[in-house]
């Protein structure tokens, strides 16, 4: 066969890309550049979304609804529109974003991301069959738990089910992707990339201790073929976005209008205002503990919303912080919230307990409750001591500038 100067550039690439600390660098270096151009390009757009369509349609739907009961006026412009509207604006973010994802699967090199990453694997107790669903788990928990049967032996496939939900969903790569920039400006490209490596790291932490503990002999032997380079095609990126995309619009179509309407509810009865509404007296409730995280119980309650799925948490705060339709949705929650309080909340939902989806997923697959609750306590546990620690590390750098 012969070998030509363009196979010769494949095969270095290749050696690049695989070498035990190249790689990696380049995987960094790579992801960097995604959220970079993600960000220079999709958030002026989401922005544009937001004080260009998103408010003059609520303002809109306000004067027509103007004859109907108040009640009914601010069900509908005050809670449904104010949440759908706040997730639709993410759009052009997700959409960029699904099509570097897809456009890294189709060139093979998020294959050899996963190879570069299987010695790190070995070393918390797993093998590289198990990134086959944690690689999954960038695009759904759900899925891949589901996938993590392909894992043997049990005690290796119950830790990998278990660290599953300390990688970063889609969702809440979204849900990042468009409150990073509103807590953080121009430094949000490393923010988003150091909470991205804050969720491996302690992935593989919570790996290394629970490999050592509770699942001894987890680890087993793993070959995996690395594809080819090749040109990602219009038709297959096309297919990846849209049906990601209609995916999300599904949820944002069914449970964040349910949310919404009832995150309304509970913000207005019994009233009069917020602060007198059930809503507020939950969130005092757990007043200490949000205290400690830097946290009031606006954010509080859409973390909490987060448990029925990530995508809610956007929802939640567009009711609370945009509900009124005065001032666009982003620029009222960068009001509202400090960087110490915004970098606490993203720690925070970024290890936070996994959606009710995922929850039921990891019960089907274990036979029980016992590691579903083991799941929940973890991530409560860990997701409060990190937004704890992120919080005051946050002021106290804040006090030194």
């Not at 660290?163 to 409150?179: D, G, I, K, Q, Y």
């Not at 029925?308 to 001032?327: M, P, Y």
Request: net charge positive.
């Amino acid at each position: 066969m012969r070998f030509s100067f363009r196979h010769y550039l494949g095969f270095k690439k290749t050696l690049v890309a695989l070498h035990p600390i190249w790689g990696p660098i380049l995987a960094v270096a790579v992801l960097g550049l995604v959220f970079s151009v993600l960000y220079l390009l999709a958030i002026p757009i989401q922005q544009w979304l937001d004080t260009a369509v998103v408010t003059p349609l609520g303002d809109a739907l306000a004067t027509l609804l103007a004859p109907a009961p108040s009640w009914l006026r601010g069900l509908l412009v005050d809670g449904i529109y104010a949440g759908v509207g706040a997730v639709l604006t993410f759009i052009p973010v997700l959409a960029l974003l699904f099509f570097w994802l897809g456009f890294l699967e189709d060139t093979g090199y998020l294959a050899r991301i996963a190879f570069v990453a299987d010695r790190a694997m070995h070393r918390i107790g797993l093998h590289g069959r198990s990134l086959f669903p944690l690689s999954l788990g960038a695009g759904c928990n759900v899925a891949a738990v589901l996938g993590a049967r392909v894992v043997d032996p049990r005690a290796g496939r119950l830790l990998t089910i278990l660290l599953v939900p300390f990688v970063p969903c889609s969702a809440r790569l979204a849900v990042l992707a468009v409150l990073a920039p509103i807590f953080f400006g121009a430094w949000a490209t490393l923010v988003v990339l150091g909470l991205v490596v804050m969720n491996l790291a302690v992935l593989g932490l919570i790996g290394l201790v629970l490999s050592r503990t509770t699942f001894r002999g987890a680890r087993g032997t793993f070959i995996m073929e690395v594809p080819l380079y090749r040109a990602p095609t219009r038709r297959g990126l096309t297919t990846f976005v849209t049906q990601n995309l209609m995916g999300f619009l599904h949820t944002a179509g069914t449970l964040i209008v349910v949310v919404s309407a009832a995150v309304w509810f509970l913000s207005q009865y019994p009233g009069p205002g917020v602060d007198n509404s059930f809503l507020a007296a939950l969130g005092r409730a757990f007043a200490p503990i949000g205290a400690a995280m830097g946290l009031d119980w606006q954010l509080l309650t859409a973390l909490v919303t987060g448990l029925l799925a990530k995508e809610t948490v956007i929802a939640t705060l567009g009711v609370l912080f945009g509900g009124d339709g005065s001032i666009p949705f982003t620029e009222a929650v960068g009001a509202a919230v400090s960087a110490a309080s915004g970098l606490s909340f993203l720690v925070a939902t970024m290890l936070f307990v996994p959606c009710a989806a995922t929850v039921a997923v990891i019960q089907r697959e274990t036979g029980g409750w016992r590691w579903p609750a083991f799941s929940v306590v973890l991530h409560l546990a860990i997701s409060f001591v990190a937004a704890v620690v992120a919080y005051h590390l946050a002021l106290f750098g804040g006090s030194l500038l």
